[in-house]
């Protein structure tokens, strides 16, 4: 069984770390990569490309980016988010101010190898990292995208999804004091979270995760999670289901408590979620 991930805030594996800019990964895994990166003004983002077999997202923490999203250009301040699906051109320009960011790719194992790879200073084909110049059609139209503001998204109250795509599913929620979920497992995919604001008190096995702002934990399949907010101010988290299909299930929860229905185990357990006897 796979081990979880609990990381304080800056931890994470190495990939850049210089006065200008630093970058870190916090999960590398077959259906998920997660780094965390800060640039200065002065750095370049990335070129126009595509990925052919994954999703690239970006949340915006602190700063800004001057995204590239088809052939639409939009500015991203904190709080956004967009993504990338598979064969859609994109890139960035860094903000006036730089910018601090996560950035995901779902599945994660292609991009991993060519991070490390450049990180090392050895040669890698970009293609093998699922990395390809801009095709000559121009690549998917820029409407497959998903580009959000703060707090934008599909609204369920408290949540608010923001992607759902097989690759990921993707939601920012707010977790009141003494708020939580009860213990839990997926068989089939990875649930992980970053705290945005406050702090969790985070269970993963037989650990337990004292979690503050910056920081994430990643719950494998199979292993036995919950939370707990045990301050006395609200939590806000960002919450990834990789692969996707978390969404479906949020979306018939909510029309089942629309239509006052209360679901039961078979339901839960068709959407990979399976309560703790």
């Known amino acids: 069984m796979d081990e979880p991930i609990a990381l304080a805030p800056g931890e994470g ?9 630093s970058s870190r990964i916090k999960a590398v895994r077959a259906e998920l990569l997660l780094s965390e990166s800060s640039y200065g003004p002065d750095e370049s983002g990335p070129r126009p490309h595509i990925h052919r077999q994954h999703a690239d997202a970006f949340y915006v923490l602190e700063g800004g980016l ?20 598979p064969g859609l051109v994109h890139g960035f320009d860094i903000g006036p101010e730089g910018v601090h960011h996560l950035n995901i790719h779902a599945p994660g194992h292609f991009y991993a190898k060519l991070a490390r790879a450049r990180r090392d200073g050895i040669p890698f084909d970009a293609a093998d990292g ?5 095709p000559d059609d121009g690549g998917r139209p820029a409407a497959d ?5 703060p707090g934008e998204g599909e ?14 599913s993707l939601l920012e929620f707010e977790v009141k004091p003494e708020g939580g979920v009860s213990p839990h497992f997926h068989k089939r995919h990875s649930d992980s979270f970053y705290v945005l604001a406050g702090g969790l008190e985070i269970h993963l096995g037989d650990d337990v995760f004292r979690a503050g702002a910056g920081s994430y934990a990643l719950a494998p399949p199979g292993i036995v999670h919950w939370f707990r907010n045990v301050s006395d101010a609200p939590a806000r988290i960002l919450n990834l289901h990789t692969p996707g299909g978390f ?4 979306r018939e929860l909510q029309t089942l408590r629309e239509q006052s229905v209360e679901p039961d185990r078979a339901f839960f357990e068709r959407h990979d979620i399976f309560d703790v006897d």
Request: a negative charge; aromatic letters at 8%.
């Open 145 to 149: 995208g998903i580009v959000l503001g």
């Open 130 to 134: 699922d990395t390809f110049p801009p």
């Open 155 to 168: 609204d369920f109250g408290t949540t608010v999804l923001k992607a759902a795509l097989p690759e990921i």
């Open 247 to 250: 969404a479906e299930y949020r």
């Open 66 to 85: 001057t995204f590239r999203v088809g052939s639409d250009v939009r500015e991203l301040s904190a709080g956004a988010f967009v993504i990338a699906p």
């Open 13 to 21: 594996e190495v990939l850049v770390d210089e006065p200008s800019r």
